[in-house]
């Protein structure tokens, strides 16, 4: 069974900082792409970052230079770095992936960046 949990989200001011985690399991975590995605309030949920399995990265134009994707795969787990945060940072983070046709997300994880 695919699982995948995010944690680390948290209140913020903008400048800030925060590191999200996504402890993924039930898939052969190594072979697949894994990707960040947000909702903000109101918004339709967007990509914010992807790595595939072999490390190629893609970011949305306003994750790049503040955002960075990361993946362990002994630990079988994706992280986002994201520094320099501003409001318009606020969403609820999704972890993704897709197996063989299925989607599978996390629950979410909350951002808010505010002053």
Do not use: H
Not at 54 to 79: C, E, H, M, P
């Amino acid at each position: 069974q695919v699982q995948l949990v995010e944690s680390g989200g948290g209140s913020v001011q903008p400048g800030g900082s925060l590191r999200l985690s996504c402890a993924a399991s039930g898939f052969p975590f190594s072979s697949y792409a894994m990707s960040w995605y947000r909702q903000a309030p109101g918004k339709e949920r967007e990509l914010v970052a992807r790595m595939s399995n072999l490390g190629v990265t893609i970011y949305a134009d306003a994750a790049k230079g503040r955002f960075t994707i990361s993946r362990d795969n002994a630990q079988n787990a994706v992280y986002l770095q994201m520094n320099s945060l501003i409001p318009d940072d606020t969403g609820v983070y999704y972890c993704y992936t897709s197996l063989l046709g299925s989607r599978y997300w996390g629950q979410g994880t909350q951002v808010t960046v505010s002053s």
